[in-house]
């Protein structure tokens, strides 16, 4: 009997050992710390970052207790002198996705470290490689649980919760260079000390040479299922290149009715531009504005894109998104009888009505705040705005007893 149990203890053993060598024999594991042999199993096909995979593979899966978002790292005492090569996915042995990656930590350190979003109950593969070194370590995950709830209007975010963005939106580095979307605080002021407006940031310069990023911020889902097209809803934003002399920072910003890249691609609602080149270069940041009405009825996505860069220029910084349902209705009219038009150089708003004197006009702000209310008398009618703040601006103007509603953006 004793034999039999020895037996049965080394045949155990055995098969531990290989257990880990493949995808479809992944070690089960949770949080806390995991000890890993010698690299001898099968390397991953799919890499996560632009570089060569190694040879041999070890693999495990990890379930998540919480939702949130987790901590993987080699950065331990015990690894002194390792060298390993992360890759962290999502989906299934024969579908994987990629999700995180980590080679160096620093040009020193030589381990690994990444977070990544979870959900409870949700299995992750993970798979280091011997593409630097095949000797055993430790690794540690740690869970940190964040609640990312479906968004209902007015929706706003400043950047400033560093775990909200780990766990709610979707960093990815579609162009593999293991750069991607990162929060960052500024000292702007001149004051020694950071500003405590941290923003959203992605990088076209680095000291290793040309970075020419591909890198998607995606939203969680924000609730417009209770809206419909003919409401009022606008995406806003501020946008700077932060290096004024090297400001032409391209990027792309839509909205969706799914979160898959494949989505807002074919998504007709996008905003476009090169911040360097539409008065965004320097420190002071520029508001900006996408209509997202037609979306309305559905659960709606945002993505920001940082892309196409030929030439490396510095950094693209985002900050304050908001997407917000004005209150006011926007009522039909014929368009030939009246006419608007706002010139950002002069501060005027300029009302036009073919067919009879203007009579009133008030201006509300995104927030349904009214900022200026003035009686007027003319077809003709100039509205010096010097005196109010950049943003995005709803004006409703009085002819005749009928009530038409405008929006302009003040740059």
Avoid at 143 to 155: G, K, M, Q, R
Avoid at 172 to 190: A, V
Wanted: hydrophobic share 35%.
């Amino acid at each position: 009997m004793k034999k039999l149990t020895l037996l049965v203890c080394i045949i155990g053993y055995a098969l531990n050992l290989n257990a880990q060598n493949s995808c479809s024999n992944a070690g089960i594991i949770t949080a806390g710390t995991t000890s890993v042999g010698t690299i001898n199993g099968s390397a991953p096909t799919l890499i996560c970052d632009s570089q060569t995979a190694g040879a041999k593979g070890e693999w495990y899966a990890y379930t998540a207790s919480t939702d949130g978002f987790a901590n993987i790292t080699t950065d331990l005492a015990a690894n002194s002198g390792n060298d390993t090569n992360l890759h962290v996915y999502y989906g299934s042995c024969g579908s994987l996705n990629c999700l995180a990656s980590s080679d160096d930590i620093t040009p020193s350190n030589l381990l690994s470290e990444a977070n990544f979003p979870i959900s409870n109950g949700v299995t992750y593969f993970i798979a280091f490689d011997n593409r630097w070194d095949a000797s055993g370590f430790d690794f540690l995950i740690t869970e940190t649980a964040v609640s990312c709830t479906n968004s209902s209007l007015p929706v706003a975010e400043d950047f400033s919760n560093t775990n909200t963005i780990i766990a709610c939106w979707d960093l990815i580095d579609s162009d593999l260079d293991n750069r991607k979307w990162f929060t960052q605080d500024y000292d702007l002021d001149g004051i020694p000390g950071l500003d405590g407006n941290p923003c959203i940031v992605s990088r076209s310069w680095s000291a290793t040479g040309l970075v020419n990023p591909d890198n998607w911020l995606i939203s969680y889902s924000i609730d417009l299922t209770s809206n419909s097209p003919s409401d009022l809803i606008d995406l806003n934003w501020k946008a700077r290149g932060l290096n004024s002399s090297f400001a032409d920072e391209n990027y792309t910003v839509y909205a969706a009715t799914g979160n898959q890249i494949s989505d807002f691609l074919s998504s007709a609602v996008s905003f476009n531009e090169i911040i360097g080149q539409n008065g965004g270069a320097g420190e002071t940041f520029v508001d900006r504005s996408l209509d997202i009405s037609s979306l309305a009825g559905n659960m709606v996505y945002i993505a920001f894109r940082h892309h196409n860069m030929p030439v490396s220029q510095y950094e693209l910084n985002i900050d304050d998104v908001q997407v917000n349902l004005s209150t006011l209705g926007i009522d039909d009219f014929v368009t030939d009888s009246f006419k608007h038009y706002y010139n950002n150089n002069t501060n005027v708003l300029t009302l036009k009505s073919s067919n009879a004197p203007i009579n009133n006009i008030e201006i509300y702000n995104i927030l349904g705040q009214r900022i200026l209310i003035k009686k007027l008398s003319h077809t003709n009618e100039l509205i010096n705005l010097s005196t109010i703040t950049e943003g995005v601006y709803i004006a409703q103007i009085s002819i005749d007893n009928t009530t038409k509603t405008i929006k302009f953006l003040k740059q």
